[in-house]
T-cell receptor
Framework: GAVVSQHPSWVICKSGTSVKIECRSLDFQATTMFWYRQFPKQSLMLMATSNEGSKATYEQGVEKDKFLINHASLTLSTLTVTSAHPEDSSFYIC?????????????FGNGTRLTVT | AQSVTQLGSHVSVSEGALVLLRCNYSSSVPPYLFWYVQYPNQGLQLLLKYTTGATLVKGINGFEAEFKKSETSFHLTKPSAHMSDAAEYFCAVSGSNYQLIWGAGTKLIIKP
């Protein structure tokens, strides 16, 4: 089946530094990738939708200058958390979809646990 | 617009007992419905999905769900719970822009 690889699985960084998270579709071309954030004991919050070769579409309330998303190829999207602060500590999950149909399921990475100290 | 409601943020069952996780949706178009499972500190894994056709959908790990249009429901069941089923379960409906609209999730607790 379709596999999405997300790296790193966990990262600890100091406040003020930037962190890049990679999301790769290993055996299919992902025309669309989604980035989610999950707070403890809460559901997934969609942060942004990225389409290959175009600018990401951010959800209301998500700072696009802080959460930089790049979808440079059909198999790679990256999320960079810039000037990280402790409140950015969270679980970030990416997902990818190969075919743009309503019923095609998303394939998820295993997530990245970010801790900002 | 679509929305999803999962009844019960936590459900606790004994090992071997029936598992029932409730999901109700609203949709102005024929819905595509999904159940995903999330194990601790992991991403999500598709359990099953309903698109068209048979309303009783079988998924992985012995789970199944039934689409009931009249009740706007898509409840997830498993006849006999196993300790390994302990996880968080999310119901979702496909939105008009290919995004998924998520329920709040239900944490399944299995008692020995």
């Amino acid at each position: 089946g379709a596999v999405v690889s997300q790296h790193p699985s966990w990262v600890i960084c100091k406040s003020g530094t930037s962190v890049k998270i990679e999301c790769r579709s290993l055996d299919f071309q992902a025309t669309t990738m989604f980035w989610y954030r999950q707070f403890p004991k809460q559901s997934l919050m969609l942060m942004a939708t990225s389409n290959e070769g175009s600018k990401a579409t951010y959800e209301q309330g998500v700072e696009k200058d802080k959460f930089l998303i790049n979808h440079a190829s059909l198999t790679l999207s990256t999320l960079t958390v810039t000037s990280a602060h402790p409140e950015d500590s969270s679980f970030y999950i990416c997902s990818a979809r190969g075919q743009e149909t309503y019923n095609s399921p998303l394939h998820f990475g295993n997530g990245t646990r970010l801790t900002v100290t | 617009a679509q929305s999803v409601t999962q009844l019960g943020s936590h459900v606790s069952v004994s090992e071997g007992a029936l598992v029932l996780l409730r999901c109700n949706y609203s949709s102005s178009v024929p819905p595509y419905l999904f159940w995903y499972v999330q194990y601790p500190n992991q991403g999500l894994q598709l359990l099953l999905k309903y698109t068209t056709g048979a309303t009783l959908v079988k998924g992985i790990n012995g789970f199944e769900a039934e689409f009931k249009k009249s009740e706007t429901s898509f409840h997830l069941t498993k006849p006999s719970a196993h300790m390994s089923d302990a996880a968080e379960y999310f119901c979702a409906v496909s939105g008009s822009n290919y995004q998924l609209i998520w329920g709040a999730g239900t944490k399944l607790i299995i008692k020995p």
